[in-house]
């Protein structure tokens, strides 16, 4: 006769694997030997291997889960050798953020692999209860609930040309990105190279197609050229969540005719903490449309220190202005003549008093300036100037500041073969 009692703490981190490496496991045994005597002992097993981690990705909407819930994952897993029994349990925690449970898609990182067949949903107001699930961990692989449509995905590709080569770009991250899908697909999401979903936001439709736009954490390119992905209908929940693309970002076209507002973008501070600062537009005007002799474009101030996008004296050229309180006032850099009518790329970074510009991708000139007090109060950026230009403004995006050469020459080439 044996009795056998094994008592399992619980261990719990944060977004990541959970183990309990330390079971108490209390052994009695009845022996019916020739002196009748009875043995017993008490055995204090340490686990003597970690498991493998996974990325995994799983479905929200079938968990029924809400904002702010935490799901508690796990499985044990025990091995007897002779009198010594092993016990192990493996699982994680993940707390989910609204865009997780609006989607109805989480990614989960550093998964221990195995088989869960159970969550249990903790509600911020501390209801709990559990939901049976079909996860499977593999070690070295991207794994999906069974709960999500990952089926017949279609082939998506975005041709970049020489706009970069495959170990820049792979250098390269949080890249924006637009993409054409047919209108046929119903709430699409992607899947890189490396099998991590990409969600989306719509931005517009044309004919049979809709323009999506989303964004690569790092980017992936073919020998050809070109960064693959596949589609998957009905993958998501809705494909309009704001995504956080950029610090900040405007897409629509904002049509300037000095009649209209501007746009005011809802940034309380510029630049970044450490005074950095990039920003990406694309515009159309025509020198010989204005009405004006100068004309605002894009402007983020206060009492006069921040930053002025310019047209100066009827011309067809366009410039950045650089205001400061202990320094230079009223500097002009990057000025480029593209006030043709047709669409351009106008990109800056700032970083404390060095500028560095870009048109059409490609770098311009990097200067610096004197000075930098008042530019970390320079708030709430103006798209459009102040009703004195005619023409378009979209894509407005606005970044940290690390962005480098082959960063915007591929925000340009994505832009350009996608939506221009």
Request: charged share 20%.
């Amino acid at each position: 006769m044996k009795r056998l009692l094994i008592t399992k703490p619980f261990c719990t981190l944060n977004f990541a694997m959970f183990l309990c490496a330390a079971s108490l496991v209390v052994f009695a045994a009845c022996s019916d030997s020739p002196s009748g005597a009875n043995t017993a002992g008490t055995i204090i097993e340490t686990n003597t291997g970690n498991k493998g981690l996974a990325r995994m990705y799983i479905s929200t909407a079938a968990l029924s889960a809400a904002a702010f819930d935490t799901l508690v994952a796990s499985y044990t897993e025990s091995d007897t050798v002779g009198d010594t029994i092993y016990v192990s349990r493996y699982g994680f925690e993940k707390v989910l953020d609204s865009v997780e449970v609006l989607t109805g898609i989480a990614e989960i990182v550093d998964v221990p692999v195995g088989t869960y067949d159970s969550v249990e949903i903790r509600s911020a107001s501390g209801e709990v209860r559990s939901v049976s699930v079909e996860w499977v961990a593999v070690e070295g692989e991207v794994s999906y609930d069974a709960a999500l449509p990952m089926k017949e995905p279609q082939a998506v590709s975005l041709d970049v040309g020489t706009a970069v080569d495959g170990a820049s770009a792979a250098e390269l991250a949080d890249m924006p990105f637009p993409v054409w899908l047919p209108a046929s697909l119903k709430n699409p999401c992607l899947t890189d190279a490396a099998g991590s979903i990409l969600l989306l936001d719509s931005a517009g439709a044309a004919g049979d197609s809709v323009l999506y736009w989303g964004l690569m954490e790092t980017v992936a390119l073919t020998k050809n050229g070109s960064i693959e992905f596949k589609a998957f209908d009905n993958c998501a929940l809705t494909n309009h969540t704001g995504l956080p693309l950029a610090r900040a970002y405007w897409l629509p076209e904002v049509v300037m005719d000095t009649t209209g507002d501007g746009r005011i973008i809802g940034m309380e501070k510029t630049f970044t903490d450490s005074l950095t600062l990039g920003v990406s537009f694309w515009i159309h005007m025509d020198a010989a449309e204005q009405l004006h002799n100068y004309a605002r474009i894009l402007v983020s101030d206060k009492d006069s220190a921040g930053f002025i996008v310019q047209q100066r004296e009827a011309t067809n050229k366009i410039n950045i202005r650089i205001n400061t309180r202990d320094g230079d006032y009223n500097a002009v850099f990057g000025t480029a003549e593209i006030l043709d009518g047709a669409w351009h790329q106008y990109a800056f970074t700032i970083a404390k008093n060095e500028i560095t510009i870009y048109v059409d991708g490609e770098f311009l000139e990097r200067r610096t300036f004197e000075g930098s007090e008042g530019l970390d109060e320079a708030s709430y950026p103006l798209i459009g100037g102040y009703n004195n230009m005619v023409g378009g403004i979209q894509n407005v995006f606005f970044t940290d500041g690390a962005q480098g050469e082959d960063w915007f020459k591929l925000f340009y080439a994505l832009q350009k073969n996608a939506v221009f």
